[in-house]
């Protein structure tokens, strides 16, 4: 039995804040099995997502009768990318390994992402953007693509990320020259650059904590 036509129709129509809890559930799994209704499996899942942690929410929905491992793992990756996507909405950064936790998911990349992390007067995130994806230089990063977003959002500064597919968190060259132009450019534009991190799978490097450039926001 497939989910209900009203459901995808409504929630193209008015948008995913439209559909409740189950019947985002629903629209993820596509089809229920003829033991068990779309609709009956979504709320059986419901039910363990909100009684268990999620470190055994696959472990959980695989024991749910007529759940097989697609359909668990695709529940379970659509809570991880929401996750990744919206946990970081609103924290409040002290200090760089208070990043660390929101941007480490790019660490496993096999390309170069350069993210710009907009925060409020506050120092709360407001966003995370990627602004460029390959090799990070001065000829792929504009400050025009680094600051855009953060005047259209109000942001009272921003932290910059990239990582190091290489496994070496240590400023390159053009790390370092980028840097310098784009700390530059925040004079200018009014929106102060707090740090600059690169990250990568064992760890991170902070210009700011390291006296790298950042000397005079000290």
């Not at 804040?17 to 779309?38: A, R």
């Not at 924290?91 to 925060?119: C, G, R, W």
């Not at 496994?167 to 310098?180: I, K, M, Q, R, Y």
Request: proline share 4%; charged share 25%.
């Amino acid at each position: 039995m497939k989910y209900k036509p009203d459901i995808r129709e409504k929630a193209l129509k008015f948008g995913m804040d439209y559909p409740d809890d189950e019947e985002l559930v629903m629209l993820i799994l596509g089809s229920g099995t003829k033991s068990l209704p779309v609709d009956s499996m979504a709320r059986k899942i419901i039910a363990a997502l909100d009684d268990f942690n999620e470190a055994d929410w696959v472990k959980k929905i695989l024991s749910v009768k007529g759940i097989g491992i697609g359909k668990a793992l695709a529940v379970a990756a659509a809570l991880e990318l929401g996750k990744r996507r919206y946990c970081h909405l609103g924290a409040h950064v002290k200090s760089p390994q208070d990043i660390v936790p929101f941007v480490k998911s790019y660490a496993m990349n096999t390309k170069e992402h350069f993210l710009v992390i907009t925060l409020n007067g506050g120092h709360n995130i407001i966003r995370i953007h990627v602004v460029s994806v390959g090799t990070i230089n001065r000829t792929l990063i504009h400050p025009r693509e680094v600051f855009v977003d953060a005047i259209r959002e109000n942001a009272a500064a921003i932290i910059l990320c990239h990582n190091h597919p290489s496994g070496n968190c240590v400023p390159s060259e053009d790390d370092l020259a980028t840097t310098e132009m784009l700390i530059n450019a925040s004079k200018i534009v009014g929106i102060p650059i707090l740090d600059h991190l690169i990250i990568d799978c064992n760890g991170y490097f902070s210009f700011l904590e390291n006296d790298v450039l950042f000397l005079q926001e000290k």
